[in-house]
């Protein structure tokens, strides 16, 4: 059973970058192709998916968060990491990693795919 765990820190101060890691245990990060996902709720909005890191290594994000987000792994940890940058007040919300092995062409992109969760981080922007 693949299990995931968020950390990082609670509060960034506008214009930061944002930086939260999850940690995978019960499965690795590298095989079984996976994709491997950050998906964010802000406060009384849906959710909304960020990016993926596939099981190869190759990523994708949401066009609308592409140009400040990025989203890497340290396999010999079997976690991976997002780091968002020039976050405002906007970015405030339970961020969450996720883990799918959905196999349909652009199936990452949907969070009905995803099958495991973590239990969310609340990040606050402000200063």
């Known amino acids: 059973q693949v299990q995931l765990q968020e950390s990082g820190p609670g509060l960034v101060k506008p214009s930061q970058t944002l930086s939260l890691t999850c940690t995978v245990t019960?499965?690795?990060?590298?095989?079984?192709?996976?994709?491997w996902s950050w998906i964010r709720q802000p406060p009384g909005k849906g959710l909304e998916w960020m990016g993926a890191?596939?099981?190869?290594?190759?990523?994708d994000y949401s066009p609308s968060l592409k140009s400040r987000t990025s989203i890497s792994r340290d396999t010999s940890k079997n976690q991976f990491t997002l780091q968002l940058s020039s976050v405002t007040p906007e970015d405030t919300a339970v961020y969450y990693c996720?883990?799918?092995?959905?196999?349909?062409?652009?199936?990452?992109?949907?969070?009905?795919?995803?099958?495991?969760w973590g239990q969310g981080t609340q990040v606050t922007v402000s200063s």
């Open positions: 890191i596939g099981s190869s290594g190759r990523t």
């Open positions: 019960g499965g690795s990060i590298t095989t079984n192709d996976y994709y």
């Open positions: 996720a883990a799918s092995q959905c196999s349909d062409y652009g199936c990452h992109v949907l969070i009905n795919e995803y099958d495991y």
